[in-house]
Structures are given as C-alpha cells and as structure tokens.
C-alpha cells in the first residue's frame, strides 16, 4: 500500500475507491537560481495536512474519463491529466468518473490540485490493482507537476530540485496550524515566480550553504518550537510588496500568538505554528470574525502510520 490515506472509504460495495487528498504546508521554502529548464531550485519543508479534497474514482465503462469539480472539470484538470499520462505509458485506457469534492482552496499555494491529481493515481492503482513500479508513478506524476510527487507518499518531507528530489523527514509533532487565505486574492504560481526573478537572482554558491544549514536545521528539530528559524519563504517578500494583503493576514497570525508565520508555497495563503490546539483554534476564531481571513483553517500535521510501509520511492530520487 503506497501511502495510508486519512479518510479511506472503500465504499460502493468495492466498486469505487474514495480517498482523502491532503493539501501541504510550506513550512520553509528556499528558493535558488533559474535552471536552464526553467524552473528554480528550491528547497523546502513540505508537510501535509488535514485539510483535504476528497476524490473519488469508480468505473465508468463505455463513458470514457469524466473528471466533475467545481473549480475545473474536464480534460483541463490535474486528476484527468495524470490519467492521460498514465494511459500514454501503459497500453489501454481508463474509463472512469472521477469526482472532486474541494475543499482545499484553489490557487491559494496549498498544493491541492497536485493532490487531487497525485490522489487520482493512487485510487486508479487500487481500482484496477495495478502494481505500478515505483519510478513508473514517479514519472507519471513528474509529468503532471513538480509537485505531484510529493503526494504520492505519505508524510513531511524535504524537497529540493525543482520540486521532484523528495527525501522523507520527522518533524515533531503534533504541529498545530493556522492556514489562513486572504479575502478576494488569487495568484499564480508563475507570475510570482516571475516577481520574485525581478526583485533578486541569487546564484547557486549563495543558494546552497543556505540549503545545507536549512536541510541540518530541519533534521535537527526535536519539538515543533524549533522549526521556528526555518519557518521562512523567498517568495513571501516578493508577494507581500505588491499584494499588502498577505503581509496584513501574516501579522494577524502573529499578534493572535502564532510562535512562527509565512506565507506557503507561492501563496497567497499563509500561516501560524501555535503552541497548542486551543490558541490555534482561538486565533482561527478571532481571523475569521475579524474578516482579515476570507477562509481560515485549524489543522494538523499528517504523519505517516507506523506501519505503513514507506518504500516506494525510486532510490536515485529518494536520496538525491
Ligand atoms: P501549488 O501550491 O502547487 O502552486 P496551488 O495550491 O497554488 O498549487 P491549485 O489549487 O493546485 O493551486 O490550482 C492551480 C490552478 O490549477 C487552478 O487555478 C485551477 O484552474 C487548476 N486546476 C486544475 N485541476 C485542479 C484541481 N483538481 N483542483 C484545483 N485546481 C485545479
């Protein structure tokens, strides 16, 4: 079993398979020169959270690929393009009705339509109990986002490349978060990238000391209050300039007794570590009715089960 999902319903009398498709948390995100493929170095904490899209695939014969959301249906969404992609690379098709119940907001840097997409994979596995050799799902997802692998395994890890060398990391827990997504804001991913190239372009000898003392520090981490110095995003700066919202909802977090903020991924949204549950749901509490936050979330770290088994990651990529 490649990875231990947090809500599994086996339902439809085994005819469909339902997954939970958690979004993630950028507690750190470094990020480094242009690479010639164009995308960037970066090197970042990725945790996933409880918050999560809900996907559901059964068997559609004759119908051809459905994919139902209310943010993007059809052969435009990330979950039918890792079916496309997975039918370029085994012969036949798949017929079959995925539907996607969101939760996760969209374009928010949440990572949840690589979840959806990565969670579509793993449900098709099951469905049709394919035994998809581990560098085989890798490339599959690979093709479908940077950030696609990152979802097919369970638990924090530390990711680096362009997003696609993955390397598995505890980080203590329960971590108590405050997702927070500001009022009437959506970016994207590119168009930040983009800022962040005009307001600086470190070069890889500056990049990757920093990557090295972010990589020992997050290894290092023995309780969730030590993951404070590495609570930090190149692209927050970027953001925060031309859009004050995310700087405002960052310094929310902070007076409401978040230990540690920033914005994830490529935003706009943004969050808090908290000592405990009760401040963290206080201050989601205090976000909302204060209406800095258009959605705001209380949730926790998703830590991989004990005995689920780990190892599916091809080796070359795992420790790369
Ligand atoms: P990342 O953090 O990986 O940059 P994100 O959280 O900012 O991603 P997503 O929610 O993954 O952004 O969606 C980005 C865009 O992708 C959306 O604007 C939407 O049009 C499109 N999209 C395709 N499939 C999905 C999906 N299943 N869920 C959400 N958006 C999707």
């Not at 996607?100 to 979840?115: D, H, M, N, T, Y």
């Amino acid at each position: 079993m490649p990875r231990e999902p947090v809500e599994t319903t086996q339902s439809c009398n085994g005819r469909c398979v339902e997954l939970a498709a958690p979004a993630k948390v950028n507690l750190g995100l470094l990020v480094g020169p242009l690479r010639a493929d164009g995308f960037h170095e970066i090197c970042s904490l990725m945790v996933p959270v409880t918050l999560a899209d809900l996907v559901k695939v059964e068997p559609a014969p004759g119908q051809g690929l459905s994919v139902e959301c209310e943010v993007c249906r059809g052969e435009a969404n990330l979950a039918a393009r890792i079916v496309r992609a997975l039918e370029r690379r085994l012969p036949g098709s798949y017929e079959v009705r995925v539907t996607i119940r969101k939760r996760v907001p969209e374009a928010s840097g949440l990572g949840g339509g690589s979840s959806d997409a990565a969670t579509t994979l793993l449900a098709i596995e099951r469905l049709f109990a394919l035994e998809l050799p581990a560098k085989l799902r890798y490339e599959i997802a690979q093709e479908v986002g940077a950030d696609v692998p990152f979802f097919l395994w369970p638990g924090p890890q530390l990711v680096m490349g362009k997003g696609n060398v993955l390397k598995d990391v505890e980080v203590p827990d329960p971590l108590h978060i405050v997702v927070a997504v500001p009022a009437d804001l959506r970016l994207s991913t590119a168009d930040v990238y983009r800022w962040r190239d005009e307001d600086a372009q470190p070069t890889l000898e500056e990049f990757a000391p920093r990557t090295r003392r972010f990589t020992l520090g997050a290894l290092a981490a023995q309780r969730p209050q030590d993951l404070a110095p590495l609570v930090t995003n190149d692209l927050e700066g970027s953001v925060a300039s031309r859009r004050p919202a995310v700087a405002g909802l960052k310094r929310a977090l902070r007076e409401a007794g978040a230990f540690a903020a920033a914005m994830s991924g490529s935003g706009p949204s943004v969050f808090g570590l908290f000592a405990d549950e009760e401040r963290a749901r206080a201050a989601r509490d205090e976000l909302l009715s204060s209406s800095r936050a258009a959605r705001a979330f209380y949730v926790t770290d998703l830590q991989p089960k004990e005995e689920a088994p780990r190892g599916r990651r091809p080796s070359s990529k795992r420790d790369g």
